[in-house]
Each structure stands twice: as C-alpha cells, then as structure tokens.
Nanobody
Framework: VQLQASGGGLVQAGGSLRLSCAAS????????GAWFRQASGKEREFVAA????????NYSASVKGRFTISRDNAENTVYLQMNDLKPEDTAVYYC???????????????????WGHGTLVTVSS
C-alpha cells in the first residue's frame, strides 16, 4: 500500500489545517490509520490513531482537544483536522498504517509498516 499525505502549509498560531492521507495500491479499510510528527532535531512522535471502523480513536496529550482524526473508507483516506495550532505543532506530519495493528494505543513508530512521505506544517507565532 502507498500512502500520500497532503494538506500541510504555513499558518498563524490559532489557525487550522486539515491533513489528508490517501492510500493506493490496495485498500486499507480494515487497517488502522495513524498520524505521527517529527520536529527538527527531535524523534518521531505519535499524534493520533483511528481504528478501521472509526469508532475508536486515541490522541497524544499534547494535541487532545485540538486535533481530530477521522477516516472515509469509501475514499480510502484518513484525515487529521488540526485546530488552535501552536508554534510547537510545527513539524513534518506522517501518516502510517499496518495490517496487523488493531489497537489505537500502539504509539511506537517501528510498529507501523507503511508510511507516507510526510507533509510540512509550520505554525508562526
């Protein structure tokens, strides 16, 4: 499966962006969808995850209440709505999936087999 992340850009603090992760090559409607991010000089960190049916989600403490993950299985796409953005949200955002993960509490990047190339989000103060 190939993942293509898009929707990043430059936004002022307090603004919003919506990231999309489109899958191709094979359907991943039964697979987990997750977003990670990596700021310059830092390790990649978990942001949010959603199970295949969309009825279970999980967020990191730093984004909970501001970000919302969702998916449209008919479109083979996972989204990340980001509101009230802060300068510390600046990072390259990656979407990821794996055929064997069923839980939304798997936070370690190495557990995910498939990755998109990332989309840069820059939040100015």
């Amino acid at each position: 499966v190939q993942l293509q992340a898009s929707g990043g850009g430059l936004v002022q603090a307090g603004g919003s962006l919506r990231l999309s992760c489109a899958a191709s090559g094979r359907t991943f409607t039964r697979w987990i969808g997750a977003w990670f991010r990596q700021a310059s000089g830092k390790e990649r960190e978990f942001v949010a995850a959603i199970n295949w049916s969309g009825d279970s989600t999980n967020y990191s403490a730093s984004v909970k209440g501001r970000f919302t993950i969702s998916r449209d299985n008919a479109e083979n796409t996972v989204y990340l709505q980001m509101n009230d953005l802060k300068p510390e949200d600046t990072a390259v955002y990656y979407c990821a999936t794996d055929s064997s993960i069923r839980s939304t509490v798997i936070f370690a990047p190495f557990r995910y087999q498939y990755w998109g190339h990332g989309t840069l989000v820059t939040v100015s103060s």
